[in-house]
Structure formats: C-alpha cells, structure tokens
C-alpha cells in the first residue's frame, strides 16, 4: 500500500479528503470521535474505505505518515497535541488537494467577514464568462472532493483561518483578504495577533506571479502589513483615494483597474445593497479581471447577483414589518455592517455562543437605529449588561418562535425585524443554517 493517510473528522473536508485520497493510492483511514452523518458514512462504505466513529483508535491513527485534521478540530485537542508530540505532520484539507490540483487556478478568499459573499459573486461572474470554475471550500464542495470527482480549470474557493492553519505549500494564484476583525479568539489562546497571522498565511507562499487583493481601508490589515514578507501583485481596493491599480469607489463610480484594462460602474447598478456589499463587490471585480474576464461581463454579473440565503435575505413583510434573514452574521462586526445598512428603525435580534464578543462596537448603531433588542440564546446575561443603558427595550427568548413573535408585537408598521445574532448557533440550533431556517419557518407561522 502506498503512504497512511489518518484523517480526523468525518463531514465534508474529510471525506473529500479520503475520496481523493483513496484515488491517489494512499492507504487511507478516518476516525471520527462523534456520529458520522448518514451521507458520508454511505460515501466511504461504498468507496470501501475504512472508517470509525464515535471513538478516535490512537494506536490506528498515530500509525500514520501524514494526519489531515477537519477544521472544526482545535489545535488544543489532547489527540491533536499527541499527534504533534510524535512528530506526525498535520495537514489542512486545502492543503492535500492542493497537491493534485495540477495545472487549475486557485482564487482563494479568506476575511473575517464578507468572504462568502466575495465567493459565491467571484463565482457566479465566472459562470456568466462560461469559465469551468467550481465554487469550493467552506461553501459548495470540499476542495479534495471536487479535485478527486470532476477537476475544473479554476477553484473558486473561501478558506477560513481553521484551514489556513496547517497549510504548507498552498498556493492561490489570487489571494482575497477582504478585512481582519476580531473573530474566533477561542481557537487562538485570546490572542488577536495570533488570528491576524493565520488570516496573512493565505499569500505567504505566492509569488510574484501572483496577486494579493486587499481592504485598503481596513485599520487591522494596514497596520499589520509590513509584517509579513508578501511577493505577490498588490491589487488594494479603497474608497478612500483613487487608485493606479485595484479598485476604488469615488463620487458612487467603482472603478477597477488591472494592468492595462479599466472599467467603470455605477454603485447604483449593484445588485448588492450597503457599504460593506461595496467592498465585497470591488474585490470580487479585481479579482474576474484578473484572470481575464470581459468588463461586460463583469458588470453584467454585478447587476444580476442575488445574495445568499442567511446572508441579509428578506424573508416577508407581515402587515408592513419587513423581517430579515442575516443568520450568517456570527461575529460582532458582521452586525454591525447589516445595521449599517439598515434604513428603517429596527429590532434587532441577537445572541447565541459568545465567542468573547466586545459589543461596544455596535452601541453607536443601536443608539440611531434599533427600537428594541430581542436576545436569543440559553444565556443572555452578557448581551443584557452590554445593552442595558443604550437600547430602551431588551427582551429574553429561548427559540426562534418566541423571539420572532417578540419582536414583531414590538415593531410597528415600516419598521424591520433584524436577525443579525453576532454569535454562534450551537446553543439553541446545529449551526447558522438551522437558525436561519427556524426563522423563516417562524415569521411564517405568524
């Protein structure tokens, strides 16, 4: 048999990993220390690769050359530190595939907020230029899975830092940071540097074929920059100045510019709406022209995007209160940019697993925009301490259906009911999805 492939976790990056794995002639094997979900224990059965679950086998899994870990493993896991101990090298899940990529392109999109948004909108310009793109990575397909079943000759792919976290040689021929906030600092031993340099790692292997594309206006990125050793094209994108290369929005005309080519758009033609969707759109524009795209179609594609469920979807109006669905907003500055665009007085749920959230960010907002606060989650202490002296109204729900029907007694006609929770899900609900989900099916049921 060929090298032993360990891969911790069985969801989507690690059977992708096996399929790929198990093709390349590794002698794979996958444990897994809680229930497999029927579809992947179905995918490895059936591609007969061995598997365990509910119990991680020390003596199978250190019995291994290389050990790929699922992102949702932390480094502070005594099974990953053992691992470590041994000398067994640990890589990510983009890592592996990156390997048998062969001659595709990668554009790849990390940042605390707006990467999912960049992706799917990078995506869907890429299907309106009848590119063969597969959009991958923590949205669509494992990265492995698509390399393994159907290669395409771009991977569009959104990286979070868990899978910049044990990359080695991963390359993007275009790298996307679109911003740096705090976010997951329980993964990073509270240490916000720790984060930022795990947010850097996407462009430290490129070279100066490459392009890095950046937030200009992003305080936390500039002020780290020189940090790092970055050999790629800088492609920033700003709203503050005007530009020779990148993008840049002055008097609401975007204008992008990439080696010789140039093209210009009004802000008003967007399909998506608020100062952060800006942003997101200026990247997703450099990078298309950069890999070659027609500016008809890049512009096409911007006034045709529809924006992605859990991400600022406008479920219903009932009885002139508009409710709307921003589920995937899971950190404290994600709420902020949807209350930032917000134009209507405003209820504002919030709450769930508070990643060490400092919510003073959002008191300015709240203060000009929220009418009431309605806290969702099993512990709402911290949000009501934070908010008890800038928002006139807090309420306490334990589900979904409670908080929308708290939050609809308290608005009125014209206003809008806000889910913008700024915290994870796992308190009340198996992810940012199901939230979501529940929401809808609630403002249904009204």
Sequence with gaps: MGKRLVILGAGESG??????????????FVSDGGMVKDKYRLELEENGISYEAGKH???????????????????????VKVIRKEGIKIISEIEFAYRYKENSKIIGITGSNGKTTTTALIHHICKMADLDAAIVGNIGFSFAKQVAVDPKALYVAEISSFQLDDIHTFRPDIAILTNITEDHLDRYEYRFENYIDSKFRITQNQTTDDYFIYCE??????????????????????????????????NNMMTITTGDEKMQMSIYDFALKGKHNQYNTMAAGIASSTVGIRKEKIREAIQTFESLTHRMETIATVRGVEFVNDSKATNVNSTWFALESMEKQTILILGGVDKGNDYSLLFELVKEKVKAIVCMGTDNT??????????????NTGSAQEAVYAAFRLASKGDVVLLSPACASFDLFKNYEDRGDQFRQAVRDL
Excluded: C, W
């Excluded at 086998?57 to 099974?79: C, F």
């Excluded at 305080?219 to 492609?235: Q, S």
């Excluded at 008890?388 to 807090?394: F, L």
């Design 15 to 28: 059977v992708g990993a096996a399929l790929l794995g198990q093709q390349r002639g590794y002698d794979v």
């Design 382 to 395: 911290k949000i009501n301490s934070a908010f008890k002296d800038v928002s006139p109204v807090i309420v």
């Design 57 to 79: 086998t020390a003596e199978l899994i250190l019995d291994a050359d290389e050990v790929m870990k699922s992102p949702g493993i932390p480094e502070k896991n005594e099974l």
């Design 217 to 250: 206006d992003d305080p936390i990125t500039m002020k780290h920059f020189r940090n790092y050793t970055i050999k790629a094209n800088p492609l920033p994108f700003t709203m503050n100045r005007e530009n020779n290369q990148g993008a840049s929005i002055r």
